[in-house]
């Protein structure tokens, strides 16, 4: 039975209850552990593991990442969630739920750049890394283990390992034979697990495991899976193809596959990401244009900060606003030239607001940037009809160095504070 230490990545035979080499608990034995190649890792509660990282006060605390009252949950702390926090819900209800939490609103540029150390961990191991979000990643290390030296379940613990000793963060990886499989195994065992499913097993653990596991299988779906009496992996299995494509379409077709384990999508490190955005809901619908100006400024600035460490430029901004009675109005506008600079992001948003011609009250607001591409194949960015451009950019460029050696509040721009 092969083996695996996760702390000293030793790989002894049998199943001993104990590292033979470190002493270390954290075994891991499965019948094929060394050769499933497909994987899935997933930070730890991310947001929440940076904040903890850089500010050891809140280690023992219950830490909770999102906006106001409200406001919804980014992320929380395993500390919270055992109070029954969990992402997408609204702040009243978490705050009801976890009283004592500390709110932070997170800051995007910082888990943008922890999450780029570590694609770049990822991306050292094989080329076929694909990105879900900025905590989580697809990785296929397939025809690598000469390359390393390791099978790929040694190399993928040597990762993990790897990224709590040298970003502070910790993750957990799902290993099986195709991503479906691999993102289940994932949430099986957290944090800091490492959890299998192996080919010869896929039929008897999905048997009775809920449809719900299936990635995409919302409020909605599950409910017209209910209807069709389908609570199961084995309700699906009793289903002929024919009759779920005729009651579900493609998406039933998808279902006969995931009733038996089989997905054959491949994993793509190409796969482009649209669009950057961030929004804000404020603690009380608001019309006053000084409190509305500083948002889209801050808001620029997060959609920047992130375009920035994604090395993205954009040629779209969109503005977002919604109404006291949830109304939504939206706002776009294409620019001469693609850019990632908080200045234009903030001069073009501001100025689609003033021609939005409505004067709210609004919950909320948001600033997106989309038709992304690569920075270096955008050209200049500053925008050559306007003479002060360059000067700004240069401004801005340098106030990014200042941040990045002395922190993010090290300078702030004044409409910031409002």
């Known amino acids: 039975m092969p083996s695996l230490c996760r702390d000293c990545l030793a790989t002894p035979p049998g199943t001993p209850a104990r590292c033979p080499s470190c002493g270390s608990p954290r075994m891991l034995s499965h019948p094929e552990l060394f050769s499933l190649s497909v994987a899935h890792m997933d ?6 593991s940076v904040e903890k990282r850089d500010n050891p006060d809140l280690r023992d605390k219950p830490v909770i990442i999102g906006g106001g ?23 009243f209800q978490a705050l009801k739920l976890c009283p004592e939490a500390v709110v932070v609103r997170g800051d995007m540029a910082t888990y943008a750049r922890v999450s780029r150390q570590i694609r770049d961990m990822m991306e050292a191991l094989t080329p076929a890394v694909e990105p879900l979000s900025l905590d989580e990643a697809f990785l296929d290390l397939t025809g690598t283990e000469k390359l390393h030296g390791a099978p790929p379940a040694v190399v993928l613990a040597g990762l993990v390992k790897r990224m709590q000793e040298e970003i502070g963060i910790t993750g957990s990886i799902g290993l099986s034979h195709n991503k479906f499989l691999a993102k289940v195994a994932s949430d099986l065992d957290k944090p800091r697990g490492f959890s299998v499913i192996g080919k010869a097993e896929t039929a008897d653990f999905l048997e009775h495991q809920p449809v719900r596991l299936i990635w995409g299988v919302g409020q909605a779906t599950q409910a017209a899976l209910d209807k069709a009496g389908i609570r199961t992996f084995a309700d699906l299995r009793r289903w002929d193809r024919r009759d779920l494509h005729a009651r579900f379409g493609g998406f039933g077709e998808r279902l006969w596959h995931l009733a038996r384990g089989q997905d054959a999508r491949s994993i793509s490190a190409r796969r482009p990401v649209k669009s950057i955005s961030n929004e804000t809901t404020f603690f009380e619908d608001t019309a006053d244009p000084e409190i509305l100006d500083g948002h889209l400024w801050r808001l620029s600035e997060k959609v920047a900060d992130r375009a920035k460490a994604k090395d993205y430029a954009g040629r ?41 011609g409505d004067a709210g009250p609004f919950r909320l607001i948001g600033v997106g940037l989309s038709d992304l591409m690569p920075a270096d194949q955008a050209g200049a960015t500053a925008d050559l009809l306007d003479p002060d451009a360059a000067r700004r950019e240069k401004a801005e460029r340098a106030a990014d160095a200042i941040r990045e050696r002395f922190g993010p509040q090290a300078i702030v721009k004044g409409r910031a504070l409002r």
């Open 43 to 48: 930070c730890d509660a991310f947001y929440a």
């Open 69 to 91: 009252k409200r406001g919804v949950v980014s992320t929380a702390c395993y500390i919270a969630r055992i109070k029954g926090v969990r992402s997408a819900m609204p702040m």
């Open 316 to 356: 779209v901004v969109t503005l977002k606003l919604k109404r006291a009675n949830h109304a939504l109005l939206s706002r776009r506008e294409s620019l001469r030239a693609p850019t990632q600079l908080a200045d234009t992001l903030y001069r073009h948003a501001r100025a689609l607001y003033d021609r939005a």
